[in-house]
């Protein structure tokens, strides 16, 4: 038998709402699973990616994160983990520093095994790589056999791998499918093969309404029962509350009803997310931000999701706002990468709650493509427009989605120019 806590998308380093208790908040529920993982003695600790949020952690939270493996390395239990999308980097990986510390085990396509279970792994694969894999995994002697891995795997939502295609050709006969990306905990058996998530550990997106946690995952046709091989059991975490109220406003209301909707919520160093529908007063989200953090909450965010009418006369006429919007977007002189992001923004096919995954995903392709980087090159003849100061989107996981990785912020690949941001390292000073 081989018990083992699988994880993923810790996202260590992630100051959420730009607060830095946040940022803590995220390496904590980190070492709580850790601290299970201890108590419980189990028999490896699995992480399925996103360990970090960034590709250029910042030394605090690389310092807190080896503090928390050398916690584990103590009581004698294996760290597996593979690289994410987050955190990749086109060099050596953070995991592999955490591999010469010998406080981590990098999975490949040889199995590592632990008690009587061979653990393989898969890191992150942008979509345009994947007709490349041959899925030729070394075989093995164990009585069981896990595959883990970061993707947005079928069936579950805004899935773009097919998990029925890995199970086929892969050269070795899964059990299970210790995935990580998606932060939506959910599990599935597919051809025979349990296929499951454990979701985030901590709320990287106001979408992430449920607790969260980490699976407990047991190889032993006993302990399953029946004809499983494989048990998966869901283990909560104790992290920072998160309080969701909505203010559903008649007319004739206004602040004052948005204030007693927030006062019946124990708001106690909580995230507090406030929705206005309704026909009633305009509000001043920042007023009721104000109330909210004075009330105790931690952090206040009021969303006014009405369409306000307004008393003045705004003269403005289209023939075709489509062909307004075309016409703007060829004057700007985008790349072809840039008219990519454009059309993945207001594209009918991509859900609201995806579309800052796609975006990412669509620039993590031809970035990690050395024959697509001319698509960044700017269009001269379609305008040839300057580059403007201050034009820079700032990302922040906020709204929804799969994966606020995926979720998540399209940050650059660092560069060969040794130069870096105050407080931060590069991956070359370390190895």
Request: proline fraction near 4%.
């Amino acid at each position: 038998m081989t018990r083992v806590i699988h994880t993923g998308d810790t996202h260590v380093g992630y100051a959420q709402y730009h607060s830095p208790v946040r940022r803590q908040d995220f390496l904590d529920a980190f070492a709580a699973v850790i601290d299970d993982a201890i108590d419980g003695e189990v028999d490896a600790v699995v992480h399925a990616g996103d360990l970090f949020h960034d590709r250029r952690p910042e030394l605090a939270d690389l310092m807190g994160t080896i503090s928390v493996l050398r916690r584990l390395d103590d009581a004698g239990i294996p760290f597996l983990a593979v690289v994410g999308n987050h955190e990749a980097t086109r060099g050596g990986q953070w995991l592999d520093l955490f591999e010469r510390l010998g406080l981590a085990t990098r999975l490949d396509d040889e199995p590592t095994v632990v008690g009587d279970t061979a653990f393989y792994g898969l890191d992150h694969v942008p979509v345009s790589r994947r007709d490349d894999l041959d899925y030729a995994f070394a075989d093995h002697d164990a009585e069981y056999a896990a595959l883990v891995a970061h993707g947005l795997f079928e069936p579950f939502g805004y899935a773009d791998w097919d998990t029925e295609e890995v199970l086929a050709e892969s050269d070795v006969a899964f059990d299970a499918m210790l995935l990580g990306d998606n932060h939506t905990p959910d599990v599935a058996e597919v051809n025979g093969t349990w296929v499951t998530y454990p979701g985030s550990t901590e709320r990287a997106s106001a979408s992430e309404r449920e607790g969260r946690g980490y699976n407990l995952v047991t190889f032993d046709a006993d302990a399953a029962g029946g004809d499983d091989r494989v048990e998966i059991r869901r283990r909560a975490l104790d992290t920072r509350p998160f309080v969701f109220v909505e203010a559903d406003l008649r007319e004739g209301e206004g602040a004052a009803r948005v204030r007693e909707r927030v006062r019946q919520h124990d708001l106690d160093d909580a995230v507090v997310l406030v929705d206005v529908t309704g026909e009633g007063d305009p509000v001043t989200p920042a007023a009721i931000e104000e109330f909210a953090t004075d009330e105790g909450a931690l952090i206040a965010r009021v969303t006014d999701r009405r369409e306000v009418e307004t008393d003045a006369e705004v003269d403005v006429s289209f023939a075709d706002p489509e062909d307004a919007v075309r016409e703007r977007v060829e004057e700007m002189g985008l790349s072809e990468a840039g008219l990519d992001v454009e059309e993945a923004v207001r594209a009918d096919t991509v859900p609201d709650t995806n579309v800052r995954e796609t975006v990412k995903r669509r620039i993590e392709e031809r970035v990690d493509d050395p024959d697509d980087l001319g698509a960044f090159d700017r269009s001269e003849a379609r305008g040839g427009a300057r580059d403007e100061p201050g034009d820079g989107v700032e990302s922040e996981a906020d709204d929804g989605g799969a994966d606020e990785s995926t979720d998540g912020d399209a940050t650059t690949e660092p560069t060969d120019s040794g130069d870096e941001p105050d407080g931060q390292v590069s991956m070359e000073d370390y190895l």
